[in-house]
C-alpha cells in the first residue's frame, strides 16, 4: 500500500530568530543554583586543603571525617585507624580530607538533583524550559564520561557509610571537652542537624526508592517493601530541598568547628 | 468587564512567516483559546488553530505562550496583565503546517517503536486480576493526553534536531516505563530503552516535568526510575549477576 | 483540476473514536485491508472527554447485577423505545468487550480482589461502571489506538511495513460517500475525503463503509460537544440512501459548567453524583426529591437520610434522586431554575465539599477537580459547583440492522457508536455510550469484514469524484459571501433557542423556518485564505451537513407529539403509548428532509417476561400488552 504524497505538506520548523519568547525571569533560578553551587565548591576547596581547624574535642568536620591519616588528631581518628598515613607532595602533607572527599563529592555529582542543578546552571543545557541552549552538539549521558553518571547507586552505598560515620560523630559529641558522656552543646546540636540532614538527603535518593521497592512488579507481593518504597517516595519528593539544606548544613557544620577550632568563638555548652 | 487586549500571533507556513499582531476584546473569565477563536471568527477565518474539548483533556491545543509551551484551553486571560502584549507561537520542535498548527506525526513514528503489551501465554481476557496498589504507577502515566508539550520542550532534541533519530522523548520513554511496571507485561524493554529510544538522551533536567498539563511526575516517576532499572539490566554488575541467578534457579 | 490521489482499502472507517477503531481492528483481524479517516488527531475523538466509566454487568462488585438487569435498566433508561434487540446484544457483550480492553493493556481500577472496579451511574441499578477515576474514555481511546499500533507492529514483523493492513489517516475529513450500480446491487464504491493539513483532496476506492463519526451536538449553543460534532455521518448516510431514526431525541447532560461564559457547556461528569454529590437550590434545598416521576417512585429514595444510607448500604436502601436518568434531572434543573431559584449564573448549586473529604474528592475526581481549578477558579473541595443542562449526546442516529449494523437500504454502509441510532431509545444511560462502541464496533467492523469477503474493491466514478471536488472548492472562488463561522453561531442560537430542552410547535416551526433561511445563506458563503490547514473553509464544509442533520431534529421533534427522554413538548406534556410504537425516520428528498412513521418491533416474550406487567403497563398499550400474553384488567 502506498504511503500518501499529498498529507502534511513537508515543512520546517517555525523560525523565530530568537533563543526565547520567554517574558519571565527564568533566568533567575540557574543563576541563583550557579552562585551557590559555586559558593560551596569554592567553600569546600579552600577548607579540603587547609588541613587545619577541623576537630576540637568532641566536635569533627564532616568534611575531614573520618580522618584517616597518620597526621589526624588523636580524637579525630575513627578508633586511631589511620590507613593511609602520611602524604607529601612537594613538602606538603596532604589534607586527610582529600583522601576521603571523593565520595560524598562523587555522591552528589552524580545525584540525579545536582545533574539537573549544574546540567542547567553551569553547562546550559537547558538554561531554563524552552530557552535554548548554546551548545551545537549534544549526546546527553550516553557516552563517555557522562555514561559514568549510572554508577550512582554505588555512591549511595557509599554515602550510606559516610552517613553512619557521621551519626558516630553526632553521638560522640554529646560529650565534654574532656569526654564525659550526657553533655550537649551547640556543637552537638550542630552535628546532630548534619547527620539528620544527611540520612534524609540519602534515604530519598532515587537509586535508593529504586534499590527498596522501585524495581519491583508486583508491590502486592512484597509488602514490605512496598511499605519502605512508600516511605521513601514521600521523601524522595523533596529530595531537592534535603540536597540543599543538607548542602549548606555540611558547610555551616564545618566553618563552625572552624571557628570553635581556631578559637574564635567558644563551643557553648547547654548542659 | 471586558477590555481590548494586543495579541502577537505567529503567521505563517513552511517555516516562512511572522508574528502578526490582532487587538481583540477579552471578556471575564476567558482564555487564551477563547480569544484566538474571536480573533478568527471576525478578523482572520482562515487562521489555523487546532483544539477539540477546550477543557484540558484532549491535548490539542498545544503552544507557546508567550514562550512557554501550553495548552491554550488552560491559559487563562487573567493571568496576563491587561496592556501585556500576548505572543503566541507554534510548538517550536515540529514542523508548521500552518500559523500555530504543527505536524506532530513524530511523536506517533516513535511511539510505534516501543513493543505493544505483552500479556501472559494462555491468560484469557476476564482471568486478569491486578491489585489497585500494582496498577498506580502506570495508571499515573495512563494519565497522559498526548499534548506533547514534553516532547516539544525537551531539549535533547528541541534544540537539537539531530538528535531526532536517536532519541524518542520523554512520553515516549514514559510509555516503555508504563510496560515496565504493568504487572501483567512479560517483555523487557529496558534495553530497547537504552540503545534503541534512547534513554540516555535525558540528562533529567526536568522540563518535560515542568510543562506537563496532567502534572505527571515524568522525570522523578518514570524517567529516573527507567534509567535505574536500566542500571540494573545493563552497568550494575551485582542486579545484573542477581537476575541471572534467579532466572537459573526458577527456571529449574 | 489534478485528481485526487487514490488509495484501495477492503473497508473505509470514518471516524477514529471508540466505535471506530473497534471496528478497524475487527476488520483487521479478520485479516482485511482497511483505512481508518480522523477528522481530528489520532487519539484526539471525542471518546476521550468520556469520563465516567463504561457499563458493563459484570458483577464485580454486586453479584446480582447480570445482562438481564443491565438489559431492563436501558429499557427503562430509554423509556422502552429501544430498539430491543440491540439492547440484549449490548448487555449480553459489553463485558466480554471490556476484558478484551483489559487483554490490549487497560489498567481500570481495581476491586480488593483483583477485579476491575465497578461505580454507580444514574439508571443503573447496581454499581456497573469500569473505569479509571474520570477518565475512563481516555483509558479506552489509548488502549484501542495502541491496540492499533500493536497490529501494526504485527504487519511490520510480517510484511516490513506498519501500514500494510491498517493506516490511520489523521486530520482527513471525509466529505462523499460514493455508490455505483443500480437498484438491488446499487453499492459503495469509494469515499471522497480531504486531508485538513494541506487542503487536498483524496479518494478511497473501498466496497464497504463504516460510519462511527459521533454526534452532532455541536449545533446547539450550550454543548459539551467539540467542533467535530456537525453530524457528518448522519448526513453522509442520508446522502447515500440511508435514513435516521428518532432524531428529536437529543440528550441535555443536566451538569454542564454554566461559569465563566468560555466553557459555559464543559461537562461535569455524572459520577459526581454518584460518588455523593447532592443537588441544591438557591435555597439550599435538594430539590430533586420533588421531581421523582411516577414511574420511578418505587425505585428512589424519598427522605434525605435513605438516600445517604444508600452510598454505604445499597442493599436495603433506595438509592438518591440525584441519580434518576438525565432527562428528569435537566429537566428538574431547568424548572427550578425557570423558578427563580437558581444560582447566581443560572445554574443550580452542585456540592462534593460538604460530602467527601478533600483528598477523596481530589482521588476519586482528579480530573473534575482540575478541570474547576483551572477553567472557573473553583475548588470543589471547598466550594459548591454551579452546573446547569448542557447538549450532551443524540439517542437517534443512522437506522441500522441491529445484529450487523448495516445501514438500511444502503448496500456496503455500516454504521456505529454515537452516529448509529436505536440502542437508547429515548434517553441514554450515563456509561450505555462507551459499551455501545465496543459491542457495536466490534459488530460493524465482522460484518463489514464479512460483506466484502470475494468482493473486489469498488471504484469511485470519476465524473462524480470531479463534481464533488469543484463543489467543495466553489467557496474559494466567490468574489464576497456570507462567513461560515456566523452561520454556524446562528445556526446554535436557532437549535438552543427553538430546539432546546423544552419545546413547543410554534418555536419549532420557526426554528424550520430559520433553518431554511441558513440554507439559503450558506450556499453563499464565501472562504478567505488558501486551502491549507483553513478551518474557516473546514467549517463551510461541515456546515452543509449540519444543516441537513438540525432540519432531521427540527421537524422529528415536531411531529413527535408526546414528551419523552430527551424529548419534551410543553404542548404535549405526557408519555403516550401509542407513539411509544412509533420511529421517526428522517430521510432526505432532493434538498429537504421528510419524515415518516415507521413501526417499533415490539420485544419477544423472553425479553418481556424481565418486566412484570404493572411495569409494561406504564409503557405500553393494551393491544401490545395482550400480544406478550398479558392479563391486562379492563380500565
Ligand atoms: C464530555 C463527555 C463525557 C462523556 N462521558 C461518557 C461516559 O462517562 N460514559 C459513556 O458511556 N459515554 C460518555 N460520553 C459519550 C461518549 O463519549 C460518546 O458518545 C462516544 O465517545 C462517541 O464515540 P464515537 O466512537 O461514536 O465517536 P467519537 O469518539 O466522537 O469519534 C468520532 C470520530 O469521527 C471522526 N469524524 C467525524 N466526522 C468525520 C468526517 N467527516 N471525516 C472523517 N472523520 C470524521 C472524528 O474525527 C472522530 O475521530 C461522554 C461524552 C462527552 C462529550
Ligand atoms: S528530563 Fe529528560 S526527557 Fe525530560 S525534558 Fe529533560 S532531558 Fe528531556
Ligand atoms: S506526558 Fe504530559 S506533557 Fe507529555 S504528552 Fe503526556 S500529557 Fe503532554
Ligand atoms: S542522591 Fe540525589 S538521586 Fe541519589
Ligand atoms: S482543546 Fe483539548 S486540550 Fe485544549
Redesign the interface.
Known amino acids: ?9 513537508q515543512g520546517t520548523r517555525a523560525q523565530l530568530g530568537v533563543k526565547t519568547l520567554r517574558t519571565d525571569r527564568w533566568w533567575l533560578q540557574p543563576l541563583v543554583t550557579f552562585l551557590a553551587l559555586l559558593a560551596f565548591v569554592i567553600y569546600a576547596t579552600w577548607r579540603a586543603f587547609e588541613n587545619e581547624y577541623y576537630f576540637s574535642e568532641p566536635l569533627i568536620s564532616p568534611l575531614y571525617s573520618p580522618c584517616l591519616s597518620t597526621s589526624c588528631p588523636e580524637g579525630a581518628t575513627l578508633f586511631g585507624w589511620t590507613p593511609f598515613g602520611d602524604w607529601y607532595l612537594g613538602g606538603l602533607a596532604i589534607s586527610p580530607a582529600l583522601f576521603i572527599l571523593i565520595f560524598p563529592l562523587g555522591f552528589r555529582m552524580t545525584c540525579y538533583y545536582y545533574r539537573k542543578a549544574y546540567y542547567r546552571a553551569f553547562w546550559q543545557s537547558p538554561p531554563a524550559c524552552a530557552v535554548a541552549e548554546p551548545h551545537r552538539k549534544y549526546t546527553g549521558e550516553t557516552r563517555f564520561p557522562l555514561i559514568i553518571q549510572n554508577s550512582h547507586r554505588y555512591f549511595f552505598y557509599m554515602g550510606l557509610i559516610f552517613n553512619v560515620i557521621l551519626t558516630y560523630d553526632a553521638i560522640i559529641a554529646f560529650r565534654n571537652a574532656q569526654g564525659e558522656w550526657g553533655h550537649v552543646s551547640i556543637g552537638t546540636l550542630i552535628l546532630v542537624a548534619n547527620a539528620t540532614f544527611l540520612w534524609l538527603y540519602s534515604l530519598s535518593c532515587h537509586s535508593c526508592r529504586n534499590t527498596f521497592g522501585g524495581r519491583l512488579k508486583h508491590f502486592s507481593q512484597h509488602p514490605v517493601r512496598y511499605w519502605m518504597w512508600s516511605k521513601i517516595s514521600i521523601l524522595n519528593h523533596s529530595h531537592m530541598r534535603y540536597a540543599w539544606i543538607s548542602l549548606i548544613i555540611v558547610a555551616g557544620t564545618d566553618f563552625y568547628v572552624r571557628e570553635v577550632a581556631a578559637g574564635a568563638i567558644p563551643n557553648l555548652y547547654l548542659f | 468587564m471586558s477590555y481590548m487586549a494586543k495579541f502577537r500571533l505567529w503567521r505563517g ?1 513552511n517555516g516562512s512567516g511572522e508574528l502578526t499582531d490582532y487587538d481583540v476584546e477579552v ?5 487564551v483559546l ?1 480569544v484566538l477563536h474571536r480573533i ?3 478578523q ?17 491545543c498545544s503552544a507557546e505562550v508567550n514562550g512557554r509551551p501550553r495548552l491554550m484551553c ?1 491559559t ?1 486571560m487573567n493571568t496576563f496583565e491587561e496592556d501585556e502584549v500576548v505572543t503566541v507561537t507554534p510548538l517550536r520542535t515540529f514542523p508548521v ?3 500555530l ?1 504543527t ?2 506525526s513524530f511523536n ?1 513514528e516513535k ?2 517503536e516501543v ?3 505483552s ?1 501472559p501465554e494462555g ?4 482471568d ?5 496498589v500494582d ?1 498506580q504507577r ?2 499515573e502515566f ?5 499534548c506533547f508539550l514534553c516532547q516539544n520542550t525537551c531539549h535533547a532534541i528541541r534544540d537539537h534536531e539531530e538528535n531526532e533519530k536517536a532519541f524518542a522523548g520523554p512520553r515516549v520513554l514514559m510509555r516503555v516505563a508504563e ?1 515496565d511496571m ?1 504487572p501483567l ?1 512479560t517483555k523487557d524493554r529496558r534495553e530497547i530503552a537504552q540503545d534503541e529510544l534512547g534513554l540516555g538522551y535525558c540528562n533529567i533536567t526536568k522540563c518535560c516535568t515542568e510543562v506537563c498539563p496532567e502534572h505527571i511526575q515524568i522525570t522523578d516517576n518514570a524517567l529516573i526510575p527507567m534509567k535505574e532499572r536500566v542500571v540494573d539490566k545493563k552497568y550494575d554488575p551485582i542486579t545484573w549477576l542477581g537476575s541471572k541467578i534467579r532466572t537459573r534457579s526458577s527456571s529449574k | 483540476m489534478p485528481t ?2 487514490r ?1 484501495s ?1 477492503d473497508v473505509v472507517v470514518i471516524g477514529a473514536g471508540g466505535a471506530g477503531l473497534r471496528a478497524a481492528i475487527a476488520v483487521r483481524e479478520a485479516g482485511k ?1 482497511v483505512a481508518v479517516l480522523s477528522k ?5 475523538a ?1 471518546t ?2 468520556a469520563e465516567g466509566g463504561i457499563a458493563a454487568s459484570m458483577a464485580n462488585v454486586n453479584p446480582n447485577d447480570g445482562w438481564k438487569v443491565h438489559f431492563c435498566d436501558t429499557m427503562r433508561g430509554g423509556k422502552f423505545l429501544n430498539h430491543y434487540r440491540m439492547a440484549e446484544l449490548h448487555a449480553q457483550e459489553a ?2 468487550r471490556v ?2 480492553l ?4 487497560a ?1 481500570f ?2 476491586t480488593k ?3 476491575i472496579s465497578q461505580r454507580n451511574f444514574g439508571g443503573h441499578e447496581y454499581p456497573r461502571l469500569a473505569h ?2 474520570d ?1 475512563t474514555g ?2 479506552m481511546i ?1 488502549t484501542l489506538q ?2 492499533v ?2 497490529l ?2 504485527q504487519d511490520k514483523a510480517e510484511f516490513g ?4 493492513r491498517i ?1 490511520v ?2 486530520e ?1 475529513s471525509a466529505s462523499d460517500i460514493f455508490m455505483s450500480g443500480d437498484g438491488d446491487s446499487r453499492t459503495v464504491s469509494g469515499v471522497l475525503a480531504y ?1 485538513r ?2 487542503g ?1 483532496f ?1 479518494t478511497f476506492d473501498t466496497s464497504a463503509v463504516v460510519i462511527a463519526t459521533g454526534g452532532i451536538g455541536k449545533s446547539f449553543k450550550v454543548t459539551s460537544n ?3 460534532y456537525t453530524g457528518d455521518g448522519h448526513a453522509l448516510a442520508m446522502l447515500a440512501g440511508g435514513s435516521l431514526v428518532n432524531m428529536e431525541f437529543v440528550q441535555f447532560h443536566p451538569t454542564g459548567m454554566v ?5 459555559k457547556g ?2 461535569v461528569t455524572e459520577s459526581v453524583r454518584g460518588d455523593g454529590g447532592v443537588l441544591t437550590n438557591s435555597e439550599g434545598r435538594r430539590f430533586m426529591f420533588d421531581y421523582i416521576p411516577e414511574v420511578f417512585k418505587d425505585k428512589y429514595a424519598t427522605t434525605e437520610e435513605e438516600a445517604d444510607r444508600w452510598y454505604t448500604d445499597p442493599d436495603n436502601n433506595k438509592r438518591p434522586p440525584e441519580l434518576l436518568p438525565r432527562d428528569e434531572v435537566a429537566r428538574a434543573i431547568n424548572a427550578e431554575v425557570k423558578a427563580g431559584r437558581g444560582s447566581p449564573h443560572g445554574g443550580v448549586f452542585l456540592d462534593v465539599s460538604k460530602r467527601l473529604p478533600a483528598d477523596v474528592i481530589k482521588a476519586k475526581l482528579p ?1 473534575m477537580w ?2 474547576f481549578k ?4 473553583v475548588d470543589i473541595t471547598l466550594e459548591p459547583m454551579e452546573v446547569g443542562p448542557t447538549c450532551h449526546y443524540v439517542m437517534g442516529g443512522v437506522e441500522v440492522d441491529p445484529d450487523t449494523e448495516a445501514v438500511a437500504g444502503v448496500n456496503g454502509v455500516f454504521c456505529a457508536g454515537e452516529a448509529a441510532g436505536g440502542l437508547h431509545g429515548s434517553n441514554r444511560l450515563g456509561g450505555n455510550s462507551l459499551s455501545d462502541l465496543l459491542v457495536f464496533g466490534k459488530r460493524a467492523g465482522d460484518a463489514a469484514a464479512d460483506f466484502v469477503e470475494g468482493r473486489t474493491p469498488g471504484a469511485a466514478p470519476e465524473a462524480e469524484i470531479d463534481a464533488a471536488v469543484e463543489r467543495w472548492l466553489a467557496p474559494f472562488d466567490v468574489p464576497a459571501g456570507e ?4 452561520i454556524q ?1 446562528d445556526l446554535q442560537q436557532v437549535m438552543n433557542d427553538l430546539v432546546g430542552i423544552i419545546r413547543t410547535e410554534s418555536e419549532m416551526e420557526e426554528a424550520l423556518r430559520q433553518i431554511d433561511a441558513l440554507k439559503e445563506r450558506a450556499r453563499h458563503i464565501k ?4 486551502r ?6 473546514h467549517m463551510a464544509i461541515d456546515l452543509q451537513k449540519q444543516l441537513i442533520v438540525s432540519e432531521c431534529i427540527a421537524r422529528s421533534a415536531l411531529t413527535r407529539q408526546e414528551s419523552r427522554g430527551g424529548h419534551t413538548r410543553d404542548d404535549f406534556p405526557g408519555m403516550d403509548p401509542e407513539w411509544r410504537k412509533v420511529n421517526l425516520i428522517c430521510r432526505l428528498d432532493g434538498d429537504s428532509v421528510k419524515v415518516t412513521r415507521q413501526a417499533l418491533p415490539l420485544m419477544h416474550e423472553e425479553l418481556a417476561s424481565l418486566f412484570d406487567t404493572g411495569e409494561l403497563s406504564k409503557y405500553m398499550t393494551r393491544e401490545e400488552l395482550t400480544a406478550l400474553g398479558r392479563e391486562v384488567a379492563q380500565a
Request: hydrophobic share 30%; charged share 25%.
Open positions: 500500500m502506498s504511503t500518501s504524497v499529498t498529507g502534511i505538506p | 507556513d471578556n471575564e473569565g476567558e482564555v477563547d478568527q471568527a471576525t482572520a477565518n482562515d487562521l489555523a488553530i487546532r483544539w477539540n474539548c477546550k477543557a484540558g483533556k484532549c491535548g490539542s488552560l487563562r503546517i500552518r500559523d498548527v505536524d506532530v506517533y511511539a510505534r513493543p505493544a503489551f500479556p491468560l484469557e481476557p476476564g486478569y486480576r491486578m491489585q489497585q496498577v502506570s495508571q495512563r494519565k497522559c493526553i498526548e510496560l504493568h507485561d | 485526487p490521489e488509495f482499502y485491508s481530528s488527531l489520532f487519539g484526539k471525542h476521550v472527554m463485558p466480554q476484558w478484551e483489559e487483554s490490549w493493556g489498567l481500577d481495581r480482589d483483583g477485579k479509571v477515576g477518565r481516555l483509558e489509548r495502541q491496540r499500533v500493536a501494526q507492529q511495513d506498519y501500514e500494510a493506516k489517516f489523521a482527513c486531508w493539513p494541506s487536498q483524496i467539540s467542533w467535530e461559569w465563566p461564559p468560555s466553557v464543559i461537562l480530573s482540575h478541570q483551572e477553567l472557573a477558579d462567513n461560515p463561522y456566523t453561531h472562504v478567505e485564505g488558501g491549507e490547514y483553513n478551518p474557516g473553509w
